[in-house]
Nanobody
């Protein structure tokens, strides 16, 4: 059974950091792209970053460039999103998603992704 499980969210103050994890089971991430998305209630789910596990190439949305870092540990079948210098506007439920990809670059388009996790809440507040 294909499953993605996010963890690492929480309540933090502005300027602090978190590391979100996306653990995969039922399949190997080696030939998949993994994307991180976030959603605020009442708004569209937006992509923030993705990584192509076959070659390690990554892509970031302009809104998080320089603050968020996506990485992978294929031995642990896990992708991470390091979120630094958090701002109140980063408050959202963060989801990871995966789709098969060999070669080419990943993209943060929701329609590309077939498998989704259940999400982890990140709240940034003083």
């Amino acid at each position: 059974q294909v499953q993605l499980v996010e963890s690492g969210g929480g309540l933090v103050q502005p300027g602090e950091s978190l590391r979100l994890s996306c653990a995969a089971s039922g399949f190997k991430l080696d030939y998949y792209a993994v994307g991180w998305f976030r959603q605020i209630p009442g708004k569209e789910r937006e992509g923030v970053a993705c990584i192509s596990n076959s070659d390690g190439n990554s892509y970031y949305a302009d809104s998080v460039q320089g603050r968020f870092t996506i990485s992978r540990d294929l031995a642990k079948n896990t992708v991470y999103l390091e979120v630094n210098n958090l701002k109140p506007e980063d408050t959202a439920v963060y989801y990871c998603a995966a789709h098969f990809l060999i070669g080419g670059r990943c993209a943060i388009s929701r329609a590309d992704y077939a498998s989704w996790g259940q999400g982890t809440q990140v709240t940034v507040s003083s």
